[in-house]
């Protein structure tokens, strides 16, 4: 038998080899690490649906944020849990939770960590919808309203990046208008453009303790069955004035992150979610796999398909080991 002239495994033939031929590169400065921040308590608490991710108070928030920052990765995204809730998430606006710990990690930081901040409702709401409920129905007009609000208040606090994920029709546009009118021309939007309705959030919306509390987020979220149709979202983002396009989840949606690398000239953020990852440490905790294999593996996967930044709850303890 004659063997062709090519040999692919002669660029195999050692460590040093395959790093020099690599095609794709994974860092802790392609990291986005997600931060929750809760207003009625004092002392951190474990999210018991995602192992080894914490809720903080706001007084032990400049810690976490040192450990983030020492280990190299660049950003946060901050989420908020209220101690109060209402029909229309007043909470999410004003002097709200994840404002005063906007205006705290930037008076004790600066621009040495980029401070993103998810804008939605519904952590803030008696429904638990991303949107404005009326009866059983989420209002996207009224709800734009709202989270322009969010998205300025965030601003006015000092945040980098607002981040919405709300998935109402218009949003992106709403909130570049918002922000613009009210001087904050500076500030990104980093929109969650294709979330799709996912059975990945579950964890999250433990944590968050934002589920539904009626009906399910099928009117607004993408179906993870149409390709096409999470295309035209991010597209009618890039034509709203978005900075950066967002595919959610990031595992099992590569092929959407691949396409929206191919299709958008803005850079392309994808969300490894609470789901994700509580499969792999569940899966790790009963030695049915190896945690840090698998969580490189599935990083260096999202980043392959051609996402520019990841934003994961993986963060720290990939940020000690990817090379």
Do not use: W
Request: proline share 3%.
């Amino acid at each position: 038998m004659s063997f062709p002239a090519r040999r692919l495994r002669r660029l195999r033939t050692s460590e040093k080899m395959r790093e020099l031929v690599r095609q794709s590169r994974l860092s802790a400065s392609d990291l986005i690490c997600p931060v929750f921040v809760r207003e009625d308590i004092k002392v951190e608490a474990d999210a018991e649906s995602m192992s080894g991710t914490k809720i903080l108070p706001l007084e032990g928030l400049c810690d976490e944020i040192e450990t983030i920052s020492g280990l190299g990765i660049p950003a946060i995204m901050l989420f908020g849990i209220p101690s109060k809730k209402d029909d229309t998430g007043t909470s999410a606006y004003g002097n709200g939770i994840v404002q005063q710990a906007i205006s705290q990690i930037k008076s004790n930081f600066g621009d040495k960590m980029v401070i993103m901040a998810d804008v939605c409702l519904c952590q803030y709401t008696t429904s638990g919808h991303c949107g404005i409920a009326r009866g059983k129905k989420i209002d996207n007009d009224e709800s734009l309203k709202i989270l322009a609000k969010i998205a300025t208040s965030h601003a006015d606090a000092g945040v980098d990046t607002v981040s919405p994920s709300a998935m109402m029709d218009g949003q992106v546009a709403a909130i570049r208008d918002a922000l613009d009118e009210g001087g904050h021309t500076d500030i990104s939007i980093m929109s969650h453009s294709a979330k799709h309705r996912s059975n990945f959030y579950a964890p999250f919306r433990d944590a968050a303790e934002c589920a539904p509390q009626f009906g399910d987020r099928k009117t607004y979220q993408v179906p993870y069955t149409n390709a096409r149709e999470a295309m035209l979202e991010a597209e009618a983002d890039v034509n709203e004035g978005v900075d950066i396009v967002m595919i959610k989840p990031a595992l099992a949606y590569l092929d959407l992150i691949a396409e929206a690398r191919r299709r958008f000239d803005v850079p392309v953020a994808a969300y490894s979610v609470s789901g994700e990852y509580a499969l792999v440490k569940a899966a790790a905790k009963l030695g049915y796999v190896d945690e840090q294999a698998m969580t490189e593996e599935i990083l260096a996967s999202i980043k392959r398909a051609g996402a520019d930044m990841i934003v994961t709850y993986f963060a720290k303890s990939a940020a000690g080991f990817i090379q």
